[in-house]
C-alpha cells in the first residue's frame, strides 16, 4: 500500500474557501475514481494548514488516477479553484510505502 499526501496552507482569509473545496473534491474522487480522499487541518501550529491524504494499491494505480487527472476538465475546474485559496510556496507532496 502506498499514501500519497499534500500539505499546503491557504491564503489568509480563505480557509472556509478551502473547506467547501475539500467537500467538493472528497465527492469528485468518490464518484470519479471510487478513491477516498482524506482531509485534514492542523488545530495548532501553522494557521490554515491543511493535509490530503489518499491510499492506493500500487504506485502503478497512484500513476493512473494521475494521469487521468490530467486529462479530466471537471479535476482542472477544481485545481484552478485550488490555484486562488493556497499559497504557492506551501506545497509538499510525499509518497509512502506501508512497511
Sequence with gaps: MN???VEFRTVAGK????MQLFKEMKEYFMQEHGKSLEV???AFGTPGAFQVAMDFDSLAQL???AQ???RDPKYQEL???ARSLFTE??????VYYRI
Design 3 to 5: 499514501r500519497y499526501v
Design 15 to 18: 480557509g472556509n474557501g478551502a
Design 40 to 42: 485534514f487541518y492542523q
Design 63 to 65: 500513476e493512473t488516477v
Design 68 to 70: 487521468s487527472l490530467r
Design 79 to 81: 485545481a484552478d479553484k
Design 89 to 94: 510556496d506551501s506545497f509538499k507532496t510525499t
